[in-house]
């Protein structure tokens, strides 16, 4: 079945400092990528939209000069913390879409702690 | 707007009992698709099942079943003989099916306990 590969699992990074997520899909493409954060205790709340070769989309409130995604191509897909603060310390995960499948194959997760 | 709600927030059963967990959502559109997520203490989503508006038959899985029914917008799902490894947070979750970009919208979650 489909599989999305997504690293570091983990990650702890000094505040200032920026951090990359990267998600691969290992046997299909994946033409829209999204990428979700999760507090504790909380819901999955969807960041951003992306379409391989095209600029994101991000949802109401998402900072997009501090959250950079980058889907340059059809298999990869990153997103980079900028500058990051202790508010930022979340799990990050990210979900792919190919063309004509209305399925949804997710990454295990991201879990980013700023200190 | 698209929503799903999941009234329950927490749950606790002892081991062998069963469990329903409830979801009602919320579209306009007439063509959606409706699913179940797992999420462990690892973190990482498990698919459960995905059901579209048109299909409106239950489905049974093993231990795992799911009731939709359009009429009062609900997609229950019921753990029958529960077991400690059913111990996650479970969450439902709503697309349409407009295209390539369709958002999934989730639910609260309920954190379902499984006692031994």
């Known amino acids: 079945g489909a599989v999305v590969s997504q690293h570091p699992s983990r990650v702890i990074c000094k505040s200032g400092t920026s951090v990359k997520i990267e998600c691969r899909s290992l046997?299909?493409?994946?033409?829209?990528m999204f990428w979700y954060r999760q507090f504790p205790k909380q819901s999955l709340m969807l960041m951003a939209t992306s379409n391989e070769g095209s600029k994101a989309t991000y949802e109401q409130g998402v900072e997009k000069d501090k959250f950079l995604i980058n889907h340059a191509s059809l298999t990869l897909s990153t997103l980079t913390v900028t500058s990051a603060h202790p508010e930022d310390s979340s799990f990050y995960i990210c979900?792919?879409?190919?063309?004509?499948?209305?399925?949804?194959?997710f990454g295990s997760g991201t879990r980013l702690t700023v200190v | 707007a698209q929503k799903v709600t999941q009234a329950q927030t927490e749950i606790s059963v002892v081991e062998k009992e069963d469990v329903t967990l409830d979801c009602v959502y919320e579209?306009?559109?007439?063509?959606?698709?409706l699913f179940w997520y797992k999420q462990p203490p690892s973190g990482e989503l498990v698919f459960l099942i995905r059901r579209n508006s048109f299909d409106e038959q239950n489905e049974i899985s093993g231990r795992y079943s799911w009731n939709f029914q359009k009429s009062t917008s609900s997609f229950n799902f019921t753990i029958t003989a529960s077991q400690v490894v059913d111990s996650a947070v479970y969450f439902c979750?709503?697309?349409?099916?407009?295209?390539?970009?369709?958002?999934?919208?989730f639910g609260k979650g309920i954190t379902l306990s499984v006692r031994p």
């Open positions: 046997d299909f493409q994946a033409t829209t």
């Open positions: 979900s792919a879409r190919t063309r004509g499948n209305y399925g949804y194959t």
């Open positions: 979750a709503l697309s349409d099916s407009t295209g390539a970009n369709s958002k999934l919208t």
């Open positions: 579209t306009r559109d007439t063509t959606y698709y």
